[in-house]
């Protein structure tokens, strides 16, 4: 079944990380912003390895063989450039011989103050039959990520479907749970509130930005 994993719903180390990427003042180092994305991605990428398929194995010790229960494979991981790449460095640090796919997708904001979403360009390996882990640092509205899942889902038939978020908003998670009920949900923190743009509120700012420098 779908799961809903909020992890800042337990206490652990892991919401120092979490309170580090919301203060304002600590967001200026951005090597730190950068990392405790990492550490946010490695503890969701623990919780998601639950989750997988195992087989035993027999690995040669010096002194014998021990029986290891390890992956039948590795999972494919995605994120959509560029606030995620941190992100998506986490998940890659545990899942370290796993393949990525890169999405290239961004809002066209309308006079109105609407937008739509174009996914300009999405470089994958083979996802047929494989678990597929998408990973986004910020899931405002749940627009992006439901559009370019849907495009993959329409091109492979792919085993599980994961989305892991650090920060995302209420209606985002519904939004998703409407239109990809297959996906299990992996989020650090759920805000209730967005702004009229569909910033999260408190949320943390400009996510990519912060890690890389401000846009033109």
Known sequence: MPMLFILNQTNTICNQYLAELRDAEVQTDRMRFRR?????????????????????????????????????????????????LPFHQGFMNVFDQASSAFITAHRKTKKNGSFVIDIEHISSPDLEGKTFILCDTMLATGQSVVQVCKEILAQYNIEALHIAAVIASTEGVEHLRANLPMASLWIGAVDEEMTTKSYIVPGLGDAGDLAFGEKL
Request: aromatic share 4%; charged share 20%.
């Open 36 to 84: 405790n994305q990492e550490r946010i991605g490695e503890a969701l990428a623990y919780e998601i390895s639950k989750q997988l398929k195992y087989i035993n194995a027999e690995v040669q010790t010096p002194l014998g063989i021990a029986q290891v229960n390890v992956p039948v494979e590795q999972p494919v991981l995605g994120t959509i450039l560029r606030a995620g």
